[in-house]
C-alpha cells in the first residue's frame, strides 16, 4: 500500500529516558514533516526536510534531533523525555508543486512520558 | 503573527447541511487546506483552495476568500460517519519552506 507510515504506535516510557520514532512514505514526495499534536488537538510542526535537508526548524527545545537518511525516511529522536513531551507525533509528507493532493499525514506516534 | 479561528464545537443532524467556518491570518499565503481527523486517526486532506471561490468535491465544498481572509467547508447530506474533527490549515509560503498551520479543529457531533 502507498502511505506513510510510522513506528511505534504507542509509547509510553519513563522520564529521563531516550526513544526514537521512525517515519518512512514511498509516495515519491519529495518533502517530509513532523508534527505534534496536544492534549488541545493543536497540530503544530516541528521540522520539515526537503530532499533530506532540514529547511525548516521551529521552536523546539534542542532535546529533539530528527534525521533523515534519505528522502523517503525521516525519524525522530528525544532524549531526556519530559512528562510535557506527551502528545500524538504525526509524520507527514508532500511533493512540492503538487499542493491539490495536500499532506499525507501517518497514523501518529502516542508519545505517554510517566 | 499566525491566526487561524474556527469554532470549537458544531452540532448537527443526520441530513442535514452544515457549515463549518475559518479565518485566518497569517504573514504568507499559498493555499488552503482542510483536513477530517476521526477520534484516534491520522488527519485525511479533505480539499485545497488557492484561488477565490468555490471548490465542490461530492457532498463536501469549500470556499476562500483571499481578501477577506475567510474559508468554509460545506457538508451537504450529514451522516454519522461524518462525526469529527475538521481542521483548516494555511500554508504560509510557496516553496519547500511553507508548512501547514493549523487551527485547533471543530469537532462535529452528527446526531440522528
Known amino acids: 500500500d502507498t502511505a506513510v507510515s510510522q513506528t511505534p504506535k504507542y509509547l509510553v516510557t519513563q522520564m529521563g529516558n531516550d526513544k526514537s520514532i521512525k517515519c518512512e512514505q514511498n509516495?515519491?514526495?519529495?518533502?517530509m514533516y513532523w508534527y505534534k499534536q496536544d492534549s488541545k488537538k493543536f497540530l503544530k510542526i516541528m521540522f520539515s526536510y526537503n530532499n533530506k535537508e532540514l529547511i525548516i526548524n521551529e521552536t523546539v527545545p534542542n532535546r529533539f534531533s530528527p534525521k533523515s537518511p534519505d528522502k523517503a525516511h525521516l525519524n525522530l529522536h528525544i532524549n531526556s523525555l519530559e512528562l510535557g513531551d506527551s502528545a500524538v507525533y504525526f509524520c507527514?509528507?508532500?511533493?512540492?508543486?503538487?499542493?491539490?493532493?495536500?499532506?499525507?499525514f501517518g497514523s501518529g506516534t502516542r508519545l505517554t512520558v510517566v | 503573527g499566525q491566526n487561524i479561528d474556527q469554532p470549537t464545537e458544531m452540532t448537527a443532524t443526520e441530513g442535514a447541511i452544515v457549515q463549518i467556518n475559518c479565518t485566518y491570518q497569517t504573514s504568507g499565503f499559498n493555499g488552503l487546506f482542510w483536513y477530517q481527523q476521526h477520534a484516534g486517526e491520522a488527519p485525511t486532506f479533505l480539499s485545497y483552495?488557492?484561488?477565490?471561490g468555490l471548490e465542490e468535491k461530492g457532498r463536501f465544498s469549500s470556499f476562500l476568500s483571499r481578501s477577506k481572509g475567510y474559508s468554509y467547508l460545506l457538508l451537504k447530506e450529514l451522516q454519522m460517519k461524518d462525526s469529527a474533527s475538521y481542521l483548516c490549515?494555511?500554508?504560509?509560503?510557496?516553496?519547500?519552506?511553507?508548512?501547514?498551520?493549523f487551527g485547533q479543529g471543530t469537532e462535529l457531533s452528527v446526531k440522528p
Open positions: 507527514a509528507s508532500s511533493q512540492t508543486g503538487e499542493m491539490v493532493y495536500g499532506y499525507t
Open positions: 509516495l515519491g514526495h519529495d518533502t
Open positions: 483552495n488557492v484561488l477565490d
Open positions: 490549515a494555511v500554508r504560509d509560503k510557496y516553496n519547500q519552506g511553507g508548512k501547514l498551520i
